[in-house]
């Protein structure tokens, strides 16, 4: 099989670094789709996405559909008569879009499928506790995240790991797998199998509620939901100080303790020296960098400078 001609559709970060590999590899990209600039910010500047912004710069065209069915795109699609479609932290496509192109319509995902199908594989696996994940080509079809496996590849996640740090080492070895994707498609020798019964785990997407902390778990598990959403969009808690001040605080690391917290409530505070201890349900939990509502993220030694903490929200 010859040259083949790819559309490719995405949004963060995460997806340009496979745009970047596709075009150094030289690979035929007709056109980037991604979502629509908005408008964000107090200045309510116009936001472009990651991928528009390095596709502007590589003189690609691009596609920013409100909606994926508007007979237009689609027509739009249909006239740069691609072989395959790429997608990669994109938004759910219509069938109308991913059964287009002759050689189908493949995703990346963060993910050793079907364990974490959803928006945020990344962030869950590391909130779970995991010790390992991956990323995974794959066909679409109805179901999302459920399509013929193409390639995988693990990755450990150490316990030092948080999410920020599996992102990246995910975004730079998926770029490699896209690349070899393609390349197999484009020899005709590509092979894909059914994902396997019996393994799905769920990765919903993050809302602000979900990253609150709830004291009243063993102090692990906190540690786990800490590092899983650092640094973005990071766990947080309400924070009572001395002088009943009360503020939002994120928390981005953490430090598991063997010390038992007797007596003490979960969300209770310890300070000793320089250094911040909570009581959860099974032993206290270091806090080891926060950022208090309108100030900067720092460490817990500089926080305990301006603020004496008292306690933590115990619980939802």
């Known amino acids: 099989m010859g040259k083949i001609r790819t559309v490719f ?27 629509p600039d908005k ?27 409100e909606k994926l069915k508007d007979p237009c795109f689609i027509e739009t699609l249909r006239e740069l008569n691609a072989d395959l ?17 002759p050689l189908g319509t493949f995703n990346l995902h963060a993910s050793l499928l079907p364990k974490y199908r959803g928006a945020a594989p990344i962030n869950r696996a590391v909130m779970n506790g995991e010790t390992e994940t991956g990323v995974t080509t794959f066909f679409l079809k109805h179901e999302i995240d459920t399509g013929e496996i193409i390639a995988q590849e693990k990755i450990d996640i150490r316990p ?28 005709g020798t590509v092979k894909s199998f059914p994902q396997p019964e019996g393994e799905f785990v769920a990765a919903p997407k993050i809302y602000k509620e979900t990253c609150r902390i709830d004291w009243s778990r063993p102090a692990i598990e906190i540690h786990n939901h800490i590092r899983g ?10 924070l009572q100080a001395e002088g009943d001040k009360t503020m939002e605080v994120k928390i981005f690391t953490s ?31 270091e806090i080891l960098e926060l ?26």
Request: glycine share 8%; net charge negative; proline share 7%.
């Open 85 to 101: 479609f790429i997608v990669i932290a994109f938004r759910m496509l219509p069938e109308a879009v991913w059964a287009m192109p």
């Open 9 to 35: 559709f995405g949004t963060p970060e995460f997806a340009v670094a496979s745009l970047r590999r596709l075009l150094d590899d030289g690979v035929d990209v007709a056109a980037v789709v991604t979502m």
């Open 291 to 316: 950022q208090p509502s309108g100030k900067k993220r720092m460490p817990a030694s500089a926080f305990l400078l301006g603020y004496h903490p008292v306690k933590f929200t115990e619980s939802f």
């Open 255 to 285: 430090a598991p303790c063997k010390t038992a917290c007797t007596g003490r409530h979960p969300g209770e505070c310890r300070v000793d020296g320089k250094r911040l201890y909570v009581a959860t349900a099974d032993g206290e939990l």
């Open 229 to 238: 959403l650092a640094p973005y969009p990071a766990a947080w808690s309400t």
């Open 160 to 187: 030092e790991d948080n999410a920020g740090d599996v992102h990246d080492r995910l975004m730079d070895l998926g770029a490699e797998m896209v690349a070899a994707t393609v390349r197999d498609i484009e020899a």
């Open 39 to 65: 408008v964000a910010g107090r200045g309510h500047k116009m936001i472009q996405s990651d991928v528009k912004k390095f596709a502007v710069e590589r003189d690609l065209p691009v596609l920013q559909p």
